[in-house]
């Protein structure tokens, strides 16, 4: 059965894309943020139940939304999609408590993330 996702990217043409993978896929995109800051309001007003979060926005970084969003939720499930290194931000998305770090080229992946959840 298909989630409620919330989308969090500063770009319009990757939320667009990120929309499309997981509407085709089965999920429903409840709500869509491009900033830090949008996410952490809409997620209170949508309760979703994953957010997809990019890393590097303005006002606020994913990091710091997802931290705000798990002070509010401990339960909230977070998949990070970044273009960002993998290994480089892996011990970050961990120690925060996300669910798991997806590459933008590999977007398609974050099905089998959904599935697994």
Do not use: C, W
């Not at 949008?38 to 979703?48: D, F, H, M, N, T």
């Not at 290194?85 to 120690?95: F, G, I, L, S, T």
């Amino acid at each position: 059965m298909g989630k409620r996702v919330l989308v969090v990217d500063d770009s319009s043409m990757m939320r667009k894309m990120i929309v499309k993978t997981l509407s085709d896929g089965g999920h429903a995109v409840v709500g869509e943020a491009k900033s830090g800051k949008e996410a952490v309001i809409q997620y209170r007003a949508l309760k979703p139940e994953v957010v997809t979060m990019d890393i590097t926005m303005r006002d606020m970084d994913g990091f710091a939304a997802a931290r705000e969003i798990l002070r509010y939720d401990k339960a909230a499930r977070i998949i990070f999609l970044s273009n960002l290194e993998e290994d480089k931000y892996r011990q970050e998305v961990e120690k925060i408590g996300a669910k798991a770090f997806v590459s933008k080229h590999a977007a398609e992946k974050i099905l089998t993330v959904l599935e697994s959840l």
